[in-house]
């Protein structure tokens, strides 16, 4: 496992999401380091310079949250706050709900925690006679990664601007399903336009250290993580009533179309019943979905004002 790595006191993990890599928590490394934390990014399984290996199921939750598990072993650490973006954000509320005595507190960037749904979650996602849902999209083996790898650069320069809140506004967040439909005999990155620059917030120089990552890595691990969604739902079938009992945050940028998927209104109003100790939800004004990329001050302030009440 590669990590990025920082600073002396208690320890701080934060897990990336979908498709980015250490570097996603740039502005945060340095920031958190500052302030006196241990602070350690991986690239999670399958991206970058960590492992990636070849099958499907290599990459379950329970996989994921095990090399959370073994990434505090390795660095002789007892316990860690973990902080999650995206799938990232997953990861982190399941380690903290399935190894309590090891992540001590949460805090969840973009996507809320997710109870345990009663049914196979592929069966719910949505399907139209033209369009399927871009999780559906990415089952099949082989398909996704055809399309992203056959341009790296332009594809990943897609995905980070079709969902920044510089692009969506509050308005488009409504809704916001939509853009992730898949129209069939496409891809899920043919309709988007190629912008002419990358976000100011990411800058061709920080693309190109995705890039790179990509490059080193392929999307086939990355990937894998969206075919375990049905598997994952059997195996953690046993926690499936589980709180997560630890005190946790969650951030989202107000201009996230994870607001806008169906159900999320419902996710965040019964947040409270299945995460307890939760202390707060906070919108960032003006980010999209790459919230501690697109504010960088705004998301760590909010990081250390939850982590101050966790040292009082």
């Not at 006191?9 to 928590?25: D, M």
């Not at 241990?38 to 329970?62: C, F, K, N, Q």
């Not at 129209?183 to 995705?210: E, I, M, S, Y």
Request: a negative charge.
């Amino acid at each position: 496992m590669h990590i990025a790595e920082a600073g002396h006191g208690p320890l701080i993990i934060l897990a990336h999401g979908f498709p980015e890599c250490w570097y996603s928590w740039r502005h945060q490394i340095e920031a958190l380091a500052s302030a006196g934390y241990h602070v350690v990014a991986p690239d999670m399984r399958g991206y970058g310079r960590t492992e990636s290996p070849p099958l499907i199921e290599s990459y379950t939750m329970l996989h994921l949250v095990g090399d959370m598990v073994g990434l505090l072993d390795a660095l002789g650490a007892g316990t860690a706050v973990i902080a999650g973006h995206d799938w990232g954000s997953v990861v982190a509320w399941k380690a903290a709900q399935l190894r309590p005595d090891r992540f001590t507190a949460v805090i969840a960037l973009a996507d809320p925690y997710r109870p345990h749904s009663s049914g196979r979650p592929t069966a719910a996602m949505p399907e139209t006679e033209d369009a399927l849902f871009y999780m559906l999209y990415f089952q099949e083996p082989g398909v996704a990664e055809a399309e992203y790898e056959a341009d790296i650069p332009g594809n990943l320069l897609k995905n980070f601007h079709r969902t920044s809140g510089d692009v969506v506004g509050r308005k488009q967040v409504i809704g916001a399903g939509g853009v992730n439909m898949v129209r069939k005999g496409g891809g899920f990155l043919t309709d988007t336009p190629l912008p002419n620059a990358p976000p100011n917030w990411l800058g061709q120089d920080g693309l190109q250290v995705f890039v790179e990552a990509f490059r080193e890595s392929g999307f086939r691990g990355p990937l894998n993580w969206y075919r375990n969604l049905d598997r994952n739902w059997e195996l953690l079938a046993p926690w499936a009533d589980a709180k997560v009992l630890v005190p946790a945050i969650y951030i989202v940028g107000d201009r996230d179309i994870v607001l806008g998927f169906p159900g999320t209104d419902q996710l965040l109003e019964h947040m409270p019943r299945h995460v307890p100790a939760l202390r707060g939800t906070v919108f960032i004004e003006g980010a999209g979905h790459r919230t501690q990329q697109e504010r960088p001050a705004q998301t760590t302030e909010a990081m250390l004002d939850f982590l101050r009440t966790l040292d009082g």
